[in-house]
Protein backbone atom coordinates (compact mmCIF):
# COMPACT_ATOMS: atom_id res chain seq x y z
CA UNK A 1 0.00 0.00 0.00
CA UNK A 2 1.17 2.91 -0.91
CA UNK A 3 0.48 6.31 1.25
CA UNK A 4 1.28 9.60 -0.38
CA UNK A 5 1.65 12.93 1.08
CA UNK A 6 -0.95 15.57 -0.33
CA UNK A 7 1.15 18.25 0.57
CA UNK A 8 4.92 18.79 1.36
CA UNK A 9 6.99 21.53 2.98
CA UNK A 10 10.53 22.09 2.43
CA UNK A 11 12.53 24.52 4.80
CA UNK A 12 14.40 26.83 2.46
CA UNK A 13 17.19 26.91 5.25
CA UNK A 14 18.40 23.49 5.67
CA UNK A 15 16.28 21.60 2.96
CA UNK A 16 14.20 19.28 5.87
CA UNK A 17 11.03 17.99 4.85
CA UNK A 18 8.03 18.06 7.05
CA UNK A 19 4.35 16.93 5.81
CA UNK A 20 2.76 20.05 7.85
CA UNK A 21 3.60 23.74 7.91
CA UNK A 22 4.95 25.58 11.01
CA UNK A 23 6.39 28.89 12.16
CA UNK A 24 9.64 27.46 12.80
CA UNK A 25 11.80 24.55 11.24
CA UNK A 26 11.96 21.32 13.42
CA UNK A 27 15.49 20.56 12.41
CA UNK A 28 17.59 24.04 12.05
CA UNK A 29 15.16 26.33 14.17
CA UNK A 30 15.06 28.61 11.27
CA UNK A 31 11.91 30.70 11.10
CA UNK A 32 9.37 31.00 8.27
CA UNK A 33 10.94 29.14 6.46
CA UNK A 34 8.93 26.03 5.56
CA UNK A 35 7.91 26.34 1.81
CA UNK A 36 5.31 24.37 0.06
CA UNK A 37 6.47 22.28 -2.47
CA UNK A 38 5.58 19.42 -4.15
CA UNK A 39 6.54 16.10 -3.58
CA UNK A 40 8.40 15.09 -6.87
CA UNK A 41 11.55 13.81 -7.42
CA UNK A 42 11.65 11.77 -3.90
CA UNK A 43 12.89 8.24 -3.08
CA UNK A 44 16.02 5.76 -4.65
CA UNK A 45 14.84 7.10 -8.49
CA UNK A 46 15.79 10.45 -7.75
CA UNK A 47 19.02 9.56 -5.93
CA UNK A 48 19.74 7.24 -9.04
CA UNK A 49 19.55 10.42 -11.43
CA UNK A 50 21.47 12.71 -9.33
CA UNK A 51 24.22 9.65 -9.09
CA UNK A 52 27.43 11.10 -9.38
CA UNK A 53 29.95 7.54 -9.61
CA UNK A 54 31.52 7.50 -12.91
CA UNK A 55 31.72 3.53 -13.31
CA UNK A 56 30.25 1.26 -10.58
CA UNK A 57 31.05 -2.14 -9.71
CA UNK A 58 33.13 -3.11 -6.65
CA UNK A 59 36.72 -3.24 -6.57
CA UNK A 60 39.37 -3.43 -4.63
CA UNK A 61 41.33 -0.79 -2.98
CA UNK A 62 44.67 -1.80 -4.53
CA UNK A 63 42.82 -1.76 -7.89
CA UNK A 64 41.99 1.51 -7.99
CA UNK A 65 44.55 4.19 -9.86
CA UNK A 66 45.07 6.55 -7.03
CA UNK A 67 46.91 9.18 -9.37
CA UNK A 68 46.74 12.15 -7.91
CA UNK A 69 44.11 14.31 -9.42
CA UNK A 70 45.67 16.27 -12.55
CA UNK A 71 45.67 20.25 -11.51
CA UNK A 72 45.00 23.16 -13.93
CA UNK A 73 45.91 26.75 -12.84
CA UNK A 74 43.06 29.30 -12.31
CA UNK A 75 45.44 32.54 -13.25
CA UNK A 76 45.10 33.23 -10.22
CA UNK A 77 47.41 32.13 -7.42
CA UNK A 78 45.33 33.39 -4.50
CA UNK A 79 42.32 31.14 -5.64
CA UNK A 80 44.53 28.22 -6.84
CA UNK A 81 45.81 28.65 -3.00
CA UNK A 82 42.27 28.48 -1.46
CA UNK A 83 41.39 25.13 -4.05
CA UNK A 84 44.14 23.06 -2.67
CA UNK A 85 46.35 23.71 -5.81
CA UNK A 86 44.16 24.14 -8.56
CA UNK A 87 41.15 23.68 -10.71
CA UNK A 88 40.41 19.72 -11.04
CA UNK A 89 38.59 18.21 -13.54
CA UNK A 90 35.23 16.90 -13.07
CA UNK A 91 35.36 19.17 -9.79
CA UNK A 92 32.54 21.28 -8.49
CA UNK A 93 33.09 24.44 -6.45
CA UNK A 94 29.84 26.02 -5.16
CA UNK A 95 31.82 30.31 -4.45
CA UNK A 96 29.09 32.17 -1.82
CA UNK A 97 29.50 35.82 -0.96
CA UNK A 98 26.82 38.53 -0.46
CA UNK A 99 25.79 40.42 -3.37
CA UNK A 100 28.44 43.05 -4.84
CA UNK A 101 31.11 41.19 -3.21
CA UNK A 102 32.82 40.50 -6.80
CA UNK A 103 32.04 36.65 -7.05
CA UNK A 104 31.41 37.95 -11.09
CA UNK A 105 34.50 39.78 -11.47
CA UNK A 106 36.41 37.22 -9.56
CA UNK A 107 34.96 34.40 -12.08
CA UNK A 108 35.02 36.16 -15.23
CA UNK A 109 38.29 37.32 -14.59
CA UNK A 110 39.53 33.69 -14.14
CA UNK A 111 37.87 32.35 -16.94
CA UNK A 112 39.31 35.20 -19.19
CA UNK A 113 42.39 34.31 -17.99
CA UNK A 114 41.92 30.80 -18.91
CA UNK A 115 40.12 31.51 -22.37
CA UNK A 116 43.58 33.81 -23.28
CA UNK A 117 45.78 30.55 -22.50
CA UNK A 118 43.36 28.51 -24.68
CA UNK A 119 41.61 26.67 -22.28
CA UNK A 120 37.65 26.08 -23.51
CA UNK A 121 35.62 27.79 -21.35
CA UNK A 122 32.05 28.78 -20.97
CA UNK A 123 30.33 31.30 -18.99
CA UNK A 124 26.30 30.83 -18.00
CA UNK A 125 24.80 34.29 -17.01
CA UNK A 126 21.36 34.26 -15.44
CA UNK A 127 21.28 37.37 -13.86
CA UNK A 128 22.92 39.76 -16.57
CA UNK A 129 22.53 40.27 -20.23
CA UNK A 130 25.58 39.29 -22.79
CA UNK A 131 25.60 43.20 -23.16
CA UNK A 132 26.13 43.61 -19.31
CA UNK A 133 29.16 40.46 -19.05
CA UNK A 134 30.86 42.31 -22.34
CA UNK A 135 31.04 46.03 -21.03
CA UNK A 136 32.28 44.32 -18.08
CA UNK A 137 34.89 42.00 -19.84
CA UNK A 138 35.57 44.99 -21.43
CA UNK A 139 36.23 47.31 -18.38
CA UNK A 140 38.09 44.62 -16.86
CA UNK A 141 40.64 44.85 -19.89
CA UNK A 142 40.53 41.02 -20.62
CA UNK A 143 41.79 40.07 -23.73
CA UNK A 144 39.94 36.94 -24.12
CA UNK A 145 37.51 37.54 -27.27
CA UNK A 146 37.70 33.15 -26.89
CA UNK A 147 35.76 33.58 -23.64
CA UNK A 148 32.48 31.49 -24.89
CA UNK A 149 29.07 33.08 -23.17
CA UNK A 150 25.26 32.31 -23.00
CA UNK A 151 22.20 34.04 -21.07
CA UNK A 152 20.07 31.03 -20.19
CA UNK A 153 18.20 29.70 -17.25
CA UNK A 154 16.90 26.96 -18.10
CA UNK A 155 19.17 23.84 -17.53
CA UNK A 156 18.45 21.71 -19.98
CA UNK A 157 19.18 24.07 -22.32
CA UNK A 158 22.52 24.57 -20.76
CA UNK A 159 23.13 20.84 -20.52
CA UNK A 160 22.52 20.67 -24.06
CA UNK A 161 24.72 23.73 -25.60
CA UNK A 162 27.07 22.73 -23.36
CA UNK A 163 27.58 18.58 -24.37
CA UNK A 164 28.17 20.72 -28.06
CA UNK A 165 30.39 22.83 -26.73
CA UNK A 166 32.82 20.34 -24.70
CA UNK A 167 33.94 23.51 -22.08
CA UNK A 168 36.75 22.65 -19.95
CA UNK A 169 35.58 25.15 -17.48
CA UNK A 170 32.06 26.18 -16.84
CA UNK A 171 30.62 29.31 -14.67
CA UNK A 172 26.63 29.22 -14.14
CA UNK A 173 26.28 32.36 -12.57
CA UNK A 174 24.11 32.00 -10.47
CA UNK A 175 22.54 28.97 -9.26
CA UNK A 176 19.70 30.20 -7.59
CA UNK A 177 18.43 31.97 -10.96
CA UNK A 178 18.54 28.42 -12.75
CA UNK A 179 15.47 25.70 -13.05
CA UNK A 180 14.49 22.48 -14.85
CA UNK A 181 11.68 21.48 -16.57
CA UNK A 182 11.73 18.16 -14.25
CA UNK A 183 10.42 19.78 -11.11
CA UNK A 184 7.12 22.08 -11.45
CA UNK A 185 8.10 24.36 -8.77
CA UNK A 186 8.91 27.68 -9.29
CA UNK A 187 12.49 29.22 -9.89
CA UNK A 188 14.46 29.85 -6.71
CA UNK A 189 12.54 27.63 -4.54
CA UNK A 190 14.26 24.76 -2.49
CA UNK A 191 13.60 21.78 -4.87
CA UNK A 192 14.37 23.71 -7.97
CA UNK A 193 17.66 24.82 -6.43
CA UNK A 194 18.20 21.66 -5.85
CA UNK A 195 17.53 19.60 -8.77
CA UNK A 196 19.15 21.96 -11.14
CA UNK A 197 22.41 21.66 -9.42
CA UNK A 198 22.43 17.69 -9.21
CA UNK A 199 21.50 18.05 -12.96
CA UNK A 200 24.58 20.12 -13.25
CA UNK A 201 26.98 18.83 -10.89
CA UNK A 202 25.61 15.51 -12.88
CA UNK A 203 27.27 16.56 -16.16
CA UNK A 204 30.75 17.98 -14.53
CA UNK A 205 31.06 14.26 -13.48
CA UNK A 206 29.90 12.32 -16.37
CA UNK A 207 31.90 14.74 -18.67
CA UNK A 208 35.18 16.01 -16.34
CA UNK A 209 34.49 19.14 -16.48
CA UNK A 210 35.42 21.89 -13.91
CA UNK A 211 31.68 23.67 -12.75
CA UNK A 212 32.23 26.82 -11.04
CA UNK A 213 28.79 27.40 -9.26
CA UNK A 214 28.33 31.35 -7.59
CA UNK A 215 25.64 30.64 -4.86
CA UNK A 216 24.00 33.92 -3.54
CA UNK A 217 24.18 33.98 0.49
CA UNK A 218 21.08 34.91 2.86
CA UNK A 219 21.27 37.86 5.53
CA UNK A 220 22.15 34.99 8.21
CA UNK A 221 25.63 34.75 5.82
CA UNK A 222 24.95 31.30 5.07
CA UNK A 223 24.48 29.69 1.30
CA UNK A 224 21.36 30.36 0.68
CA UNK A 225 18.93 27.85 -0.86
CA UNK A 226 19.21 24.24 1.05
CA UNK A 227 21.93 22.74 2.83
CA UNK A 228 22.08 20.23 0.60
CA UNK A 229 23.98 22.32 -2.12
CA UNK A 230 26.78 22.23 0.07
CA UNK A 231 26.79 18.22 0.61
CA UNK A 232 26.64 17.98 -3.40
CA UNK A 233 29.48 19.93 -4.48
CA UNK A 234 33.01 19.08 -3.76
CA UNK A 235 34.39 22.42 -2.49
CA UNK A 236 32.55 25.13 -1.14
CA UNK A 237 34.65 28.65 -0.95
CA UNK A 238 33.06 31.99 0.41
CA UNK A 239 34.63 35.32 -0.72
CA UNK A 240 34.03 37.49 1.82
CA UNK A 241 34.89 41.34 3.25
CA UNK A 242 34.40 44.94 4.75
CA UNK A 243 31.74 47.01 2.79
CA UNK A 244 34.22 49.89 3.12
CA UNK A 245 37.73 48.21 2.47
CA UNK A 246 38.97 47.07 -0.84
CA UNK A 247 40.59 43.90 0.09
CA UNK A 248 38.34 40.56 -0.19
CA UNK A 249 39.35 37.18 1.15
CA UNK A 250 38.66 33.99 -0.25
CA UNK A 251 37.48 31.16 1.94
CA UNK A 252 37.15 27.24 1.86
CA UNK A 253 34.98 25.77 4.28
CA UNK A 254 34.77 22.65 2.63
CA UNK A 255 37.27 21.10 0.52
CA UNK A 256 37.56 17.28 -1.11
CA UNK A 257 40.54 18.71 -3.17
CA UNK A 258 42.70 20.17 -0.12
CA UNK A 259 42.68 21.72 3.38
CA UNK A 260 40.12 24.22 4.22
CA UNK A 261 42.32 26.83 6.44
CA UNK A 262 43.94 28.12 3.04
CA UNK A 263 42.61 31.92 3.04
CA UNK A 264 43.21 34.14 -0.81
CA UNK A 265 43.24 37.78 -0.74
CA UNK A 266 42.51 39.85 -3.28
CA UNK A 267 41.71 43.37 -3.85
CA UNK A 268 39.19 45.06 -5.77
CA UNK A 269 40.33 48.18 -7.89
CA UNK A 270 39.03 49.94 -11.09
CA UNK A 271 40.73 47.53 -13.46
CA UNK A 272 39.28 44.71 -11.24
CA UNK A 273 40.36 42.12 -8.73
CA UNK A 274 44.07 42.26 -8.28
CA UNK A 275 45.60 39.15 -5.96
CA UNK A 276 47.66 40.27 -2.61
CA UNK A 277 49.99 38.11 -2.48
CA UNK A 278 52.03 39.31 1.03
CA UNK A 279 48.68 40.21 2.72
CA UNK A 280 50.40 39.97 5.88
CA UNK A 281 50.10 43.47 7.81
CA UNK A 282 47.19 44.72 5.48
CA UNK A 283 44.88 43.87 8.40
CA UNK A 284 46.05 46.34 11.00
CA UNK A 285 44.23 49.48 11.39
CA UNK A 286 46.73 52.46 11.45
CA UNK A 287 45.90 54.45 14.81
CA UNK A 288 47.80 57.23 15.74
CA UNK A 289 48.30 56.46 18.99
CA UNK A 290 47.58 53.25 21.13
CA UNK A 291 43.69 52.84 21.66
CA UNK A 292 42.40 50.35 23.93
CA UNK A 293 40.39 47.49 23.46
CA UNK A 294 42.91 46.60 20.50
CA UNK A 295 45.11 43.93 20.04
CA UNK A 296 47.42 42.70 17.61
CA UNK A 297 47.84 39.03 16.91
CA UNK A 298 49.80 36.72 14.70
CA UNK A 299 47.44 34.27 13.11
CA UNK A 300 48.44 31.30 11.03
CA UNK A 301 45.67 29.80 8.92
CA UNK A 302 46.54 27.87 6.13
CA UNK A 303 50.26 28.14 5.15
CA UNK A 304 51.62 31.46 5.52
CA UNK A 305 51.27 33.82 9.07
CA UNK A 306 48.94 36.97 8.98
CA UNK A 307 49.39 40.13 11.40
CA UNK A 308 45.23 41.26 12.13
CA UNK A 309 44.04 43.18 14.99
CA UNK A 310 41.51 41.91 17.50
CA UNK A 311 39.26 44.74 18.79
CA UNK A 312 36.76 44.27 22.08
CA UNK A 313 33.98 46.85 23.18
CA UNK A 314 32.92 46.71 26.72
CA UNK A 315 30.24 48.66 27.66
CA UNK A 316 28.06 49.18 30.34
CA UNK A 317 24.72 47.31 29.55
CA UNK A 318 21.06 48.15 31.15
CA UNK A 319 19.38 45.30 29.41
CA UNK A 320 18.65 42.38 31.79
CA UNK A 321 20.72 40.62 29.34
CA UNK A 322 23.75 42.02 28.47
CA UNK A 323 24.72 41.33 24.72
CA UNK A 324 27.43 39.44 23.08
CA UNK A 325 28.61 40.16 19.93
CA UNK A 326 31.73 38.18 17.95
CA UNK A 327 32.37 39.40 14.23
CA UNK A 328 34.97 37.12 12.51
CA UNK A 329 35.52 34.98 16.10
CA UNK A 330 33.31 31.81 17.37
CA UNK A 331 30.80 33.75 19.69
CA UNK A 332 31.09 30.35 21.96
CA UNK A 333 35.23 31.15 22.35
CA UNK A 334 34.13 34.13 23.55
CA UNK A 335 31.42 33.04 26.23
CA UNK A 336 34.02 30.31 27.52
CA UNK A 337 36.64 33.22 27.78
CA UNK A 338 34.23 35.68 29.55
CA UNK A 339 33.82 32.96 32.17
CA UNK A 340 37.66 32.18 32.51
CA UNK A 341 38.03 36.05 33.10
CA UNK A 342 35.52 36.34 35.66
CA UNK A 343 36.58 33.09 37.49
CA UNK A 344 40.61 33.66 37.53
CA UNK A 345 40.64 36.96 37.24
CA UNK A 346 37.97 38.53 39.08
CA UNK A 347 36.58 40.58 35.92
CA UNK A 348 33.09 41.36 36.24
CA UNK A 349 31.60 41.73 33.10
CA UNK A 350 27.53 40.40 33.77
CA UNK A 351 26.66 43.74 33.68
CA UNK A 352 28.79 44.73 30.98
CA UNK A 353 27.86 44.03 26.93
CA UNK A 354 30.78 42.86 24.96
CA UNK A 355 31.28 43.12 21.32
CA UNK A 356 34.34 41.84 19.72
CA UNK A 357 35.60 42.16 16.27
CA UNK A 358 38.44 41.47 14.12
CA UNK A 359 39.58 43.69 11.53
CA UNK A 360 39.10 44.01 7.79
CA UNK A 361 36.43 41.11 7.80
CA UNK A 362 38.91 37.98 8.27
CA UNK A 363 37.63 35.24 9.96
CA UNK A 364 39.91 33.64 12.87
CA UNK A 365 38.81 30.52 14.28
CA UNK A 366 41.72 29.23 15.48
CA UNK A 367 42.30 29.59 19.41
CA UNK A 368 45.55 31.14 19.36
CA UNK A 369 43.40 34.00 19.16
CA UNK A 370 41.78 33.69 22.91
CA UNK A 371 45.04 35.77 24.70
CA UNK A 372 44.74 38.48 22.11
CA UNK A 373 41.03 38.69 22.64
CA UNK A 374 40.80 38.47 26.58
CA UNK A 375 43.48 40.74 26.52
CA UNK A 376 41.35 43.49 23.89
CA UNK A 377 38.55 42.61 26.22
CA UNK A 378 40.08 43.73 29.61
CA UNK A 379 41.74 46.84 27.67
CA UNK A 380 38.35 48.05 27.11
CA UNK A 381 37.01 47.30 30.54
CA UNK A 382 39.63 49.34 32.28
CA UNK A 383 39.78 51.77 29.75
CA UNK A 384 44.02 51.44 29.31
CA UNK A 385 45.80 50.87 25.93
CA UNK A 386 48.37 48.26 25.56
CA UNK A 387 51.53 48.90 24.95
CA UNK A 388 52.18 49.90 21.32
CA UNK A 389 54.63 47.19 18.88
CA UNK A 390 52.82 44.55 21.40
CA UNK A 391 51.69 41.36 19.83
CA UNK A 392 50.26 38.76 21.27
CA UNK A 393 49.00 34.74 20.82
CA UNK A 394 48.21 31.83 22.97
CA UNK A 395 45.22 29.18 23.78
CA UNK A 396 43.58 30.09 26.82
CA UNK A 397 42.23 26.87 28.63
CA UNK A 398 39.27 26.77 30.85
CA UNK A 399 41.28 26.82 34.20
CA UNK A 400 43.26 29.79 32.40
CA UNK A 401 46.28 28.23 31.93
CA UNK A 402 48.35 29.32 28.62
CA UNK A 403 48.42 26.93 26.09
CA UNK A 404 51.35 26.24 23.66
CA UNK A 405 50.37 27.23 19.73
CA UNK A 406 52.00 25.65 16.16
CA UNK A 407 54.46 27.46 14.43
CA UNK A 408 55.34 29.85 17.59
CA UNK A 409 58.50 31.01 16.32
CA UNK A 410 56.93 31.72 12.91
CA UNK A 411 54.60 33.61 13.94
CA UNK A 412 57.63 35.62 15.81
CA UNK A 413 59.88 36.34 12.55
CA UNK A 414 56.27 37.68 11.32
CA UNK A 415 56.06 40.26 14.40
CA UNK A 416 59.84 41.19 14.16
CA UNK A 417 59.32 41.82 10.26
CA UNK A 418 56.85 44.35 10.83
CA UNK A 419 57.95 46.07 13.36
CA UNK A 420 56.55 44.59 16.62
CA UNK A 421 59.03 44.94 19.41
CA UNK A 422 57.23 43.08 22.44
CA UNK A 423 55.35 39.73 22.19
CA UNK A 424 53.22 38.51 24.50
CA UNK A 425 53.13 34.17 23.97
CA UNK A 426 52.77 31.11 26.13
CA UNK A 427 55.72 29.69 28.39
CA UNK A 428 56.23 26.65 26.33
CA UNK A 429 56.34 28.56 22.70
CA UNK A 430 59.46 30.78 23.72
CA UNK A 431 62.29 30.69 21.93
CA UNK A 432 65.48 29.12 23.05
CA UNK A 433 67.38 31.71 21.76
CA UNK A 434 66.47 35.98 22.13
CA UNK A 435 65.26 36.95 19.22
CA UNK A 436 66.68 40.29 17.90
CA UNK A 437 64.57 43.41 18.41
CA UNK A 438 61.92 41.22 20.04
CA UNK A 439 61.64 41.34 24.10
CA UNK A 440 59.14 38.33 24.81
CA UNK A 441 57.35 38.01 28.06
CA UNK A 442 56.54 33.96 28.13
CA UNK A 443 53.29 33.02 30.39
CA UNK A 444 51.81 29.88 31.64
CA UNK A 445 48.82 31.70 33.25
CA UNK A 446 46.03 34.32 32.48
CA UNK A 447 46.77 36.58 35.76
CA UNK A 448 50.41 36.67 34.51
CA UNK A 449 49.15 38.32 31.32
CA UNK A 450 47.51 41.14 32.69
CA UNK A 451 50.44 42.64 33.72
CA UNK A 452 50.62 44.84 30.53
CA UNK A 453 47.16 46.60 31.45
P1 LIG B 1 30.27 41.85 -8.82
O1 LIG B 1 31.36 40.99 -9.36
O2 LIG B 1 29.18 42.22 -9.76
O3 LIG B 1 29.65 41.22 -7.50
P2 LIG B 1 28.71 39.95 -7.32
O4 LIG B 1 28.72 39.16 -8.58
O5 LIG B 1 29.35 39.23 -6.15
O6 LIG B 1 27.38 40.47 -6.95
O7 LIG B 1 30.97 43.13 -8.22
C1 LIG B 1 30.39 44.35 -8.29
C2 LIG B 1 31.13 45.34 -7.41
O8 LIG B 1 32.50 45.40 -7.68
C3 LIG B 1 30.55 46.70 -7.71
O9 LIG B 1 30.19 47.28 -6.47
C4 LIG B 1 31.65 47.45 -8.36
C5 LIG B 1 32.90 46.73 -7.99
N1 LIG B 1 33.88 46.69 -9.09
C6 LIG B 1 35.05 47.41 -8.98
O10 LIG B 1 35.29 48.09 -7.98
N2 LIG B 1 35.96 47.34 -10.00
C7 LIG B 1 35.75 46.61 -11.12
O11 LIG B 1 36.60 46.59 -12.02
C8 LIG B 1 34.53 45.88 -11.22
C9 LIG B 1 34.21 45.05 -12.43
C10 LIG B 1 33.63 45.93 -10.19
MG1 LIG C 1 27.09 38.76 -9.83
Not at 11 to 16: D, E, K, V
Not at 167 to 181: L, N
Not at 226 to 247: C, K, N, Q, W
Request: aromatic share 4%; net charge neutral.
Amino acid sequence: MSRKPKRLFVCSQCGAQSPQWAGQCAECGAWNSLVEERAAAQGPGALRRAGFAADSGIRALGEVDAVAEARMTSGFAELDRVLGGGLVSGAVVLIGGDPGIGKTTLLTQTLGMLAARGVATLYVTGEESLQQVGLRAQRLGLAAQDMRLLAETEVERILELAAAEGPGVMVIDSVQTMFTTAVPSAPGSVSQVRESAARLVQFAKQTGTTLLLVGHVTKEGTLAGPRILEHMVDTVLYFEGDADSRYRVLRAVKNRFGAVNEMGVFAMLDGGLREVSNPSAIFLSRHERPVSGSAVMVTREGSRPLLVEVQALVAESHAANPRRLAVGLDPNRLAILLAVLQRHCGTVLYDQDVFVNVVGGVRVAETAVDLALALAILSSLRDRPLPEGLVVFGEVGLAGEIRPVQHGQERLREAVQHGFRQALIPRANAPRRPVEGLEIQAVQHITEATGFL
